[in-house]
């Protein structure tokens, strides 16, 4: 289960999303997000990181839990659809379900 309302992308292996700054190391709290959007969120989402990973000279610029600004050399860009296709090859059957939530309110019955 997904249940991230923001993208995000793997960094050498290690998750990094996409955030407002005013919610670093806090809830996403994005509003109506549906599965479809956060996929095609995501897809978007690799491309930005790509863009500026070539125009950076392979490096990422991001922000951490802490807000402590960082840049990564990258080695391995991969989105969380990648991540799991390659888990289903060591995993045959796995489903991979997006359900995006909010944490501060119950969902519509």
């Known amino acids: 289960l997904n249940l991230r309302q923001e993208p995000d992308v ?19 709290e994005l509003g109506a997000i549906t599965r479809d959007i956060q996929k095609a969120n995501e897809e ?10 070539t125009e950076n000279g392979g490096k990422l610029k991001a922000v951490d839990i802490n807000k402590k600004e960082l840049e990564i050399e990258v080695k391995e860009l991969k989105s969380l659809s990648q991540v799991i296709e390659g888990v289903k090859e060591k995993f045959p059957g796995l489903v991979h379900w997006r359900v995006p939530i909010c944490n501060s309110a119950a969902p519509l019955a």
């Open 10 to 28: 793997y960094v050498n292996g290690d998750p990094i999303c996409a955030r407002p700054p005013n919610k670093i190391g806090e809830y996403a």
């Open 44 to 53: 978007e989402f690799l491309k930005v990181c790509e863009k500026r990973k």
